[in-house]
């Protein structure tokens, strides 16, 4: 089974537009952590926002905010007023294990969701 | 400034010749790791380590081997590189924090070619 799933390809959002990436993850340890990055056309990874499994509130970094549902086990990530510049590849991402552990280095990414900001 | 370095950017190369990609990090950061990204696979991790002279294999060791003799250096070696390791590889590092929040630093990533 995919550890981390994300059925959305691509998409197509107009400029100022909230805009959701769907999320799934599989895992049956309790300390994980969820993550996701921008990857635009130049190719660097960005760091856009972290959830930790025991955080009870939603993470927010600026436009972006992770819908976190534990039950569920979705992290989708919401950009809000989308912008031209946000167009680009999203990825994903989960640490099993507490970061502490030797374990809780590794990072497994979904295949990602291509985004188109249009005029 | 904070970053992750790696050399070279680009590189094409044959089947069999030895070739080393160099992954170098300003922020005294512990934990290194090396992914491979193509597409329709996400970032797949190769290796990681956890400090000077602990390494360990990630999803996709074979083929690989890296060493980690200074903290700051996280070399990814190729011994006889084949076809199917053309991919776009990224050296990442990141600090432990007890909160559990951090961030894990990219470099630019290095775009191989085997012929």
């Known amino acids: 089974a995919q550890k981390i799933t994300q059925t959305q390809p691509g998409m197509f959002v107009q400029e100022k537009e909230a805009v959701t990436l769907d999320c799934t993850y599989d895992t049956s340890d309790q300390s994980y952590g969820l993550f996701w990055y921008k990857q635009p056309s130049s190719g660097e990874m960005i760091f856009l926002i972290y959830q930790g499994s025991y955080d009870e509130q939603n993470a927010t970094e600026g436009r972006y905010s992770l819908n976190f549902q534990k039950a569920r086990k979705s992290a989708n990530l919401v950009i809000s007023a989308s912008q031209l510049g946000d167009s680009a590849m999203y990825f994903c991402?989960?640490?099993?294990?507490?970061?502490?552990?030797?374990?809780?280095?590794?990072?497994?990414f979904g295949t990602g969701t291509q985004l188109k900001v249009e005029l | 400034e904070a970053q992750v370095t790696q050399n070279p950017r680009y590189l094409i190369t044959v089947t069999g010749k030895k070739l080393t990609v160099t992954c170098s990090q300003n922020m005294n950061h512990e934990y290194m790791s090396w992914y491979r990204q193509d597409p329709g696979l996400g970032l797949r991790q190769i290796y990681y380590?956890?400090?000077?002279?602990?390494?360990d294999k990630g999803d996709v060791p074979e083929g690989y081997k890296v060493s980690r003799k200074e903290k700051r250096n996280f070399p990814l070696i190729l011994e006889s590189p084949s076809p199917n390791q053309t991919s776009l590889y990224f050296c990442?590092?990141?600090?432990?924090?007890?909160?559990?929040?951090?961030?894990?630093?990219f470099g630019p990533g290095t775009r191989l070619t085997v012929t």
């Open positions: 991402a989960m640490r099993e294990g507490h970061e502490l552990t030797g374990g809780g280095n590794k990072l497994t």
């Open positions: 380590s956890m400090n000077v002279e602990v390494t």
């Open positions: 990442a590092s990141k600090t432990v924090r007890r909160t559990g929040s951090y961030e894990q630093y």
